[in-house]
């Protein structure tokens, strides 16, 4: 396992769970996001809790470079095929995100970093 660095909205999100479990009260929305229940596709996606939206990453044919996007849908966001490639990019997006795995497409949702 490679030693990443804890990225601090994953902290956060995480350190809001175990309040939540701890004290069993319901907690806002800003600290507490609602998961998505499941994925379209299996591997790992970049959701960004504050805007409920996803990354997408495409190739633009006219500007011949790589763009990257907040999407509505998870159907059209980008999904990766490992932690590290999700990570590489959830590191260097400006708005605090989750990553997001779902083993199969239509499978239940688990946050990995």
Known sequence: MKNRPVR??????????????????????????????VLPFAGYVVWFHVSLTYLDIRFDHHRFEIVTQQVQSAAEAFFFDSLDAAYGHAVSVGEPCLILFAATGGASVRVVG
């Open 8 to 37: 601090e909205d994953y902290r956060r999100w995480r350190e809001a769970q175990t309040v939540a479990a701890s004290d069993g009260v319901a907690h806002s929305a800003a600290t507490r996001p609602e998961l998505p229940s």
